[in-house]
């Protein structure tokens, strides 16, 4: 199977703040991820986000808007993708939609953000993957992800 040939040749990594600049194209602040975990090589990745009060929408409530935690979702989503592309230098990921979305609970300031996405379909560049964003105990966003990937 692809993913065997994909998973044999990448080893089991952590990007942090710096290797993430590298990964995804967003930048401060709306760089929504902290430090992205590979469990699975092209498979399975966990991305993690501590929300403080210092950040730029905790002005005016001290819960994230549940479509940045969904943001957050697709910026984890897009590094899935590239590591499905080969890691190739100028690969970009476009997220293209969001299915089965679900707001279930709140995030507040103070809460460390758990971002699980796992592939469920990839064909020819177009990936779906299956997200949870969780805080704690609590579920706060479940959601089917479409992004597609282009070459450099």
Not at 18 to 45: G, Q
Not at 125 to 137: F, P, V
Request: one cysteine or more; proline letters at 4%.
């Amino acid at each position: 199977m692809w993913w065997r040939r994909v998973s044999a040749n990448m080893t089991r990594r952590q990007f942090d703040a710096v290797a993430l600049e590298a990964l995804l194209p967003h930048r401060y602040p709306f760089l929504l991820v902290d430090r992205i975990d590979v469990l699975e090589p092209a498979r399975h990745v966990v991305g993690f986000k501590r929300l403080t009060s210092s950040e730029w929408w905790s002005e005016s409530q001290p819960e994230i808007p549940l479509l940045l935690v969904l943001e957050a979702l697709a910026q984890t989503s897009g590094a899935l993708v590239r590591e499905l592309a080969g890691g190739t230098a100028g690969a970009i990921a476009y997220f293209m939609g969001a299915d089965r979305v679900r707001f279930r609970h709140s995030a507040r300031a103070g809460d460390d953000l758990r971002l699980d996405v796992q592939l469920a379909h990839w064909r020819r560049g177009l990936c779906k993957t299956r997200g949870i964003a969780s805080a704690g105990d609590r579920t706060v966003v479940t959601a089917e992800l479409t992004t597609i990937v282009r070459p450099g």
